[in-house]
């Protein structure tokens, strides 16, 4: 299966990007195709700009300057998205990424005022995140990252087959046993994806 790998943590020598390598080599290790989309390593430009506004319903104009990106998704079978928790949300680059290459005749398509997805073609769902945030406080605000994976990104792709959700959450008290034991937990669910 080709596994399109969306990844958006700036620092190359953090944990996020070492959940983000034993993703790449669990996926491998399990024999999928892996496209790596490191955001930040691609220069990524997250801002939707007026004139992609303007033909934002426009399809296939809309997708001019993300055409490589949309390609990508186009081809993906499985999507794994690795980032950090930020305020409760996506860092401002894969928010980006959403809003740019996620369009209406790539992602969804309107049909008689109604959306129809058109993402049927990826089979599998997984994400990896760190939260700074204890699993209770990410409770209270809501936790919107969980909700965007789980039902949103969920709808869009298969709303019926499950989703790989992993979370590290209280990255502020964490251990070296925690993040081993997290580590470990990432690799295991990777080769099973």
Not at 61 to 85: M, Q, S, W
Not at 169 to 183: G, I, K, P, S, V
């Amino acid at each position: 299966m080709r596994v399109l790998v969306l990844h958006s943590h700036p620092v190359e020598s953090s944990y996020g990007n070492a959940l983000y390598r034993q993703t790449l080599e669990s996926l491998k290790a399990a024999g999928h195709e892996v496209d790596d989309c490191n955001l930040y390593a691609e220069d990524f430009d997250p801002v939707l700009s007026r004139r992609d506004r303007l033909i934002y319903h426009d399809y296939p104009e809309n997708t001019e300057l993300v055409k490589g990106y949309v390609d990508r998704l186009k081809a993906a079978e499985g999507l794994v998205i690795v980032t950090p928790v930020w305020n409760f949300g996506f860092p401002a680059i894969l928010k980006g990424y959403f809003d740019r290459v996620w369009l209406p005749g790539v992602s969804f398509e309107l049909v008689d005022g109604k959306v129809e997805s058109r993402l049927r073609h990826i089979r599998k769902l997984g994400a990896v995140l760190t939260y700074g945030a204890t699993p209770f406080r990410a409770f209270v605000a809501g936790n919107p990252p969980k909700k965007i994976v789980k039902r949103v990104l969920r709808a869009q792709i298969n709303p019926v087959r499950p989703v790989t959700f992993l979370a590290h959450y209280d990255m502020n008290n964490c251990t070296d046993q925690t993040r081993a034991a997290f580590l470990g937990r990432v690799k295991a669910a990777m080769e099973r994806f």
